[in-house]
């Protein structure tokens, strides 16, 4: 799988949105990307995932850079509940590859 | 609840006595996963079901490692000879579908703490 880069960590104020970046330079034509989180105490959880064009859903929306090689989750309006670590995952869209590679990812902190 | 359920939440144990986890995956879904999670890390990938096929394992699942899936719905792990190396977070997911972007669900963890 190839390689993403995430911040270890950043701060935002509750009711602002948030911007989490991740870079994977080396993603592949046929690479989805992922996002999930994780919330303190609990397994991971989906928030979305792309190929080329943004995307939006009820919980974020992804932004993917033209070349593909970033791609931004943003939340639009942060709640301490969103406070997490968040894992931008590629994933190849070819029938077999079942895993997650997860890196160590953003730990996101919401300020009251 | 119709989410993935894991048990024991946590288990303290000996170094060199055996340990098995079990998962209950979504009633629905064929495909289940293993990670293990240790402190500050993500979760790392260790081995997968198709019905009760074991399709993949990862290098981290050493010879002290079993699963299985025996009639291709809830699935153990065991650990034999713990070491205090194996101290983790054990998490179980599942999925559906045939297409590898189709999303894992998560269980809540086993904890394990081998003393």
């Known amino acids: 799988d190839a390689k993403t880069t995430q911040p270890n960590s950043m701060e935002s104020n509750e009711e602002e949105p948030v911007h989490l970046p991740c870079n994977h330079s080396?993603?592949?034509?046929?690479?989805?990307i992922h996002w999930y989180r994780q919330l303190p105490s609990q397994g991971p959880e989906y928030v979305i995932h792309?190929?080329?064009s943004n995307v939006n859903n009820r919980m974020a929306s992804l932004a993917i850079a033209e070349d593909r090689k970033s791609s931004t989750l943003i939340l639009h309006r942060a709640t301490l509940r969103d406070a997490a670590v968040y894992y931008c995952?590629?994933?190849?869209?070819?029938?077999?590859?079942?895993?997650?590679?997860f890196g160590t990812g953003t730990r996101l902190t919401i300020i009251p | 609840d119709t989410g993935v359920s894991q048990n024991p939440r946590h288990k303290i144990t000996k170094r060199g006595q055996n340990v098995t986890f079990r998962c209950d995956p979504i009633?629905?879904?064929?495909?289940l996963y293993w990670y293990r999670q240790t402190l500050g890390q993500g979760p790392e990938f260790l081995t997968y079901?198709?019905?009760?096929?074991?399709?993949?394992k990862s290098r981290l699942l050493s010879d002290r490692f079993s699963a299985e899936r025996p009639k291709g719905s809830f699935s153990t792990l065991e650990i034999q000879r713990t070491e205090q190396g194996d101290s983790a977070m054990y998490l179980c997911?599942?999925?559906?579908?045939?297409?590898?972007?189709?999303?894992?669900?998560f269980g809540p963890g086993t904890r394990l703490t081998v003393l």
């Open positions: 997911a599942s999925s559906s579908g045939t297409a590898s972007y189709n999303e894992q669900f």
């Open positions: 080396t993603i592949s034509g046929t690479d989805y």
């Open positions: 792309g190929l080329t």
């Open positions: 995952i590629l994933r190849d869209g070819d029938f077999g590859n079942e895993k997650l590679t």
């Open positions: 009633s629905e879904h064929n495909r």
């Open positions: 079901f198709q019905n009760e096929a074991q399709l993949e």
